[in-house]
């Protein structure tokens, strides 16, 4: 597996036929990232900085907003902004939130994830 400079993780796979190249998008891998996150009871919103504002702005989406991944030599590591419910244990749903994002890519991409830094950067009070 190796980086290029597109942004695209390219790997191989060896099967009885011969040998056939993926491509995987850093986009993908944040998409996945950032669905896995907002499926963990807790997680009020994915939260960005002011360069994920203006991606958003150009059309990134809002599912890249909050998720940054970092490839060196194989190893994928993710860092998760994230705003929290009131009322949930920080700890937890860090924990959770670390969890699911590793499997999820483990398991949509065949790829090792060594880390997921999880930043809380702000707590969500709904109204009563």
Do not use: C, F
Not at 95 to 111: N, P, Y
Not at 116 to 128: A, K, L, P, Q
């Amino acid at each position: 597996m190796t980086g290029n400079s597109k942004g695209n993780i390219k790997y191989s796979i060896k099967d009885r036929v011969g040998i056939a190249e993926i491509s995987i998008s850093d986009e993908v891998l944040i998409v996945i990232a950032a669905l896995a996150t907002t499926e963990v009871e807790g997680v009020a919103s994915l939260s960005g900085n002011i360069t994920n504002a203006v991606a958003s702005r150009l059309g990134a989406g809002k599912l890249s907003k909050g998720v940054k991944i970092h490839i060196n030599n194989r190893v994928i590591s993710v860092d998760v902004s994230i705003n929290i419910k009131d009322g949930y244990a920080i700890p937890d749903v860090s924990s959770q939130v670390q969890t699911r994002v590793k499997q999820a890519i483990e398991t949509m991409t065949g790829l090792s994830v060594d880390k997921v830094n999880v930043r809380i950067t702000g707590v969500s009070v709904e109204n009563e």
